[in-house]
């Protein structure tokens, strides 16, 4: 999973639609190459997380699967979400 949060949104009183131009890009070392890239479109407006894709390996192969999901909650949201 790869995700971005804005720290200490709530009091900084931010949220992603006041970012511009924000993506990710996922590389490989190995070989150097761009695996990915997922730009964030503007309808992130009170989005204070963004849970862009999930990065996964499959038959050898780096894969990336978008998700684009917004949340109005922090880091600690995504590590209650998935630590088991």
């Not at 639609?17 to 150097?32: H, K, L, M, P, W």
């Not at 992130?44 to 499959?58: D, H, M, N, V």
């Amino acid at each position: 999973m790869k995700t971005v949060t804005i720290h200490e949104a709530e009091q900084r009183k931010q949220n992603f639609g006041q970012v511009r131009n924000s993506f990710i890009r996922i590389y490989d070392n190995a070989t150097e190459k761009q695996i990915a890239k997922y730009e964030l479109d503007e309808d992130a407006s009170a989005e204070t997380a963004i849970e862009f894709g999930k990065l996964y390996q499959k038959d050898g192969e780096w894969r990336f699967q978008a998700v684009g999901a917004g949340y109005k909650s922090g880091l600690q949201s995504f590590v209650e979400r998935y630590a088991a």
